[in-house]
């Protein structure tokens, strides 16, 4: 059973960074590419950034383009999100998830192609 952790969130003024992190068990984490989405209060769940499989190839929302930066250590079985110059439209509920990778290169925007989730962690950007 592959599970997935989130940590890292908070409550935050505007401008200020948080790094997220999602830990994976049950799997072998090299052979999944990973992706951040987020979901605000009211809104659908959306796309915010992506990671290939091995070959460290990432893909971002326009809305978060340029504030984050998604990585994936192999070795620690984590993927992280690193955030900076946050908004207070940033605040959502953020959720890692796991698909696994068909080549080296391969990665998903589409939240109907990811397999596995995790519960999510509460960012939160008062103005």
């Known amino acids: 059973q592959v599970q997935l952790v989130e940590s890292g969130g908070g409550l935050v003024q505007a401008g200020a960074s948080l790094r997220l992190s999602c830990v994976v068990s049950?799997?072998?984490?090299?052979?999944?590419?990973m992706g951040w989405f987020r979901q605000a209060p009211g809104k659908e769940r959306e796309f915010v950034g992506a990671i290939s499989t091995r070959s460290g190839r990432t893909y971002y929302a326009d809305s978060v383009k340029g504030r984050i930066t998604i990585s994936k250590d192999n070795a620690k079985n984590t993927l992280y999100g690193q955030m900076i110059s946050l908004k207070p439209e940033d605040t959502a509920v953020y959720y890692c998830?796991?698909?696994?990778?068909?080549?080296?290169?391969?990665?998903?925007?589409?939240?109907?192609?990811?397999?596995?989730w995790g519960q999510g962690t509460q960012v939160t950007v008062s103005s």
């Open positions: 998830a796991a698909v696994y990778g068909r080549y080296d290169s391969y990665l998903s925007s589409l939240e109907r192609d990811y397999r596995y």
């Open positions: 049950g799997g072998t984490f090299s052979n999944y590419a």
